[in-house]
């Protein structure tokens, strides 16, 4: 079984901003630029041949290059269970057509549907038992977050491995947009 998700990496400039809003948050586990991403479809633990599957129907996906940008902050979980801070992505009828067709592949490769709302975003740190007030502090520190336009001219399948440090990324496959 292997651990796969599509996604697109972030621009290393984009990334680097970011890092300027990873901080004010005790405990936070603070995601590493080469880890920054935008998540189009997460496919969970996956057999190998059902992988081979999978990367056949995403390398047939057409879909043209097309620009994003990151806006916003925000978290998930409720104030109890907080476990993640995040930067928006600006809304992009692209970026949820790519998904769709990431969704369409995965269940022609004979995977589960993913019922849950799509939610495009980077997530900028992963947290544990926070205050939930020091949260509402750093959304509302960073709610302005605004990267300059970036362009999309591919996604990839990666495979994530859990390390003491936190989950690892691997590029397993890359798709051209085209």
Sequence with gaps: ?????AAIAIPFETAQGLTLHQTGLEGARWRPVEALHITLRFFGDV?????DDLDAELSSIIAAPFDLELTGAGH?????????????????EPLRALHRRCE??????????????YRPHVTLAYLKRPDPMA??????????????PFRVARFG?????????GSRYNLEQDYPLR
């Design 104 to 117: 369409t592949a995965a269940r022609r490769a004979k995977l589960p549907a993913d019922i849950r709302a």
């Design 1 to 5: 079984m292997i651990r796969l998700f």
């Design 135 to 148: 949260v509402a502090d750093w959304e509302a520190g960073n709610n302005l977050l605004h990267s300059p």
């Design 47 to 51: 057999r190998e041949d059902m992988a």
């Design 157 to 165: 399948l990666y495979s994530s491995h859990q390390t003491r440090e």
């Design 76 to 92: 998930f979980g409720e104030p109890q269970d907080i476990n993640a801070v995040w930067a928006g992505v600006a809304d992009s």
